[in-house]
């Protein structure tokens, strides 16, 4: 059984950051490409950014520049630094987990930019 618990969230000013962070349990996390992905309100799941078991990543278009996803294999925790926030930014962003057919999701962690 896979676990993922986000964290990180919260309140940002536009122009501000904030650093998300997932915490995995019950898996090997070295060996499983890892993501982040957003959603609002009556919205799909769109990807944010993902990055391999070998530290490739990969971008959404809208963050290119902005965000940076790292992971920290010894401590079982992906994190995504979003720096030059805009409102549009605004969503609950899930940590995900890619292993072969399956996908897990972790419980989401609310991301707003408002002044």
């Known amino acids: 059984q896979v676990q993922l618990v986000e964290s990180g969230g919260g309140l940002v000013q536009p122009g501000g950051s904030l650093r998300l962070s997932c915490a995995a349990s019950g898996s090997i996390f070295s060996i499983f490409d890892m993501g982040w992905y957003r959603q609002g309100p009556g919205k799909q799941r769109d990807l944010v950014a993902r990055?391999?078991?070998?530290?490739?990543?990969n971008y959404g278009d809208s963050v290119k520049g902005r965000f940076t996803i790292s992971r920290d294999n010894a401590r079982n925790t992906v994190y995504l630094q979003m720096n030059s926030l805009k409102p549009e930014d605004t969503d609950v962003y899930y940590c995900?987990?890619?292993?072969?057919?399956?996908?897990?999701w972790g419980q989401g962690t609310q991301v707003t930019v408002s002044s």
């Open positions: 995900n987990l890619h292993a072969g057919p399956l996908n897990y």
């Open positions: 990055i391999s078991k070998s530290g490739t990543t």
